[in-house]
């Protein structure tokens, strides 16, 4: 199949289209290169540097590939950013997916999955976080998803070709061996523990340790990369006549002090770490459900825990530890 990859060069993106051609599929990516890295691209697939804000980009990039699917993963996707400056989230975001849809129906594109997120949750009623929960999304990030979702809702009823799948998820993490998260600056919590491991930062700082959790600290949910791409993939086989929403998680949530402990014993590194006050709007537990997807799809994720997760992470940063600049 040709799948047209939009942010194909970033972290979750570049693993994506890793697995997509290791599947035998021919790619595309389409990345701006503002969050994604050259070298992250598979050698495999074909790279076009263009913005989705330049709809005669997306339009020429598509003429030429003629793609059968479209994977959407492009996106500014910062809760606290988007909270500080919305229009960035409710207007970029948005805007951009509203021309690559527009080039979608005009290609008659039939498949497209979507990179969505959790934060669509933001005052769950159960957990772990079901299809079926209330949709109150958590920020303009979360917004800007929820938005796009509806936009894809609303062209599956209006035009016959299209069918769409939309993935819900909280925090990617792990590496496969030649690919890993590499952001700048870094703000996800496995990578910074990391950082500390490798002479790179002093220590860790944990946001509080007074939630009613078990040992005080945020429990949240952490899922592989390369588990994701693969969700992701079979959504794609997954669409020809019906629409899919799913929430993806591990089944079971793991708190910052955990990872840290995990970390530690993975890099055999002591890792410094320390309480600083709680931030705005963390809440205590976020996990998200995976039953959907397991029992449809046959999902099985090859790397469930936490301590193979951090583990492939560590691998990836030990030999690359100036990230792709390497």
Not at 281 to 299: F, M
Not at 315 to 325: F, I, K, L, R
């Amino acid at each position: 199949m040709k799948v047209f990859v939009t942010g194909g060069a970033g972290y979750i993106g570049s693993v994506a289209v890793e697995q997509l051609v290791h599947a035998g599929h021919d790619v595309m990516v389409f990345d701006n290169l503002s969050l994604g890295h050259s070298l992250a691209v598979h050698p495999s697939a074909e790279l076009v540097v263009g913005d989705l804000a330049n709809i005669e980009a997306i339009r020429e990039a598509m003429g030429r590939f003629k793609p059968e699917a479209i994977m959407h993963f492009a996106a500014k996707s910062l809760v606290g950013e988007s909270m500080e400056d919305p229009f960035i989230y409710l207007g970029d975001n948005v805007s951009n997916a509203l021309n690559l849809l527009k080039c979608v129906v005009e290609f008659e594109v039939p498949r497209f999955i979507l990179s969505s997120t959790a934060n669509l949750f933001d005052d769950p009623e159960r957990m772990p976080i079901a299809e079926d929960e209330r949709i109150i999304p958590g920020s303009p990030y979360g917004e800007s998803k929820y938005i796009i979702e509806r936009y894809l809702h609303w062209m599956s009823r209006i035009y016959p070709f299209f069918n769409y799948a939309a993935l819900r998820y909280f925090n990617a993490a792990g590496a496969s061996v030649e690919r890993g998260e590499d952001h700048t600056p870094e703000l996800h919590l496995i990578p910074l523990v990391l950082q500390v491991a490798l002479g790179r930062r002093e220590q860790i700082y944990m946001f509080g340790d007074d939630y009613d959790t078990p040992d005080g600290t945020c429990v949240r949910d952490y899922i592989h990369v390369i588990d994701l791409a693969q969700a992701h993939i079979l959504a794609l086989e997954a669409i020809e006549n019906e629409d899919k929403i799913y929430n993806l998680g591990n089944g079971q949530g793991y708190s910052v002090k955990q990872v840290i402990e995990t970390a530690r014993e993975v890099t055999g590194h002591a890792i410094p770490a320390d309480v600083k006050p709680r931030r705005a709007g963390d809440p205590a537990t976020l996990i998200a459900a995976s039953a959907k997807i397991t029992s449809e799809l046959k999902w099985d994720p090859k790397f469930p825990d936490l301590k193979s997760i951090i583990t492939s992470a560590w691998a990836w940063h030990q030999a690359n530890p100036n990230g792709y600049e390497n």
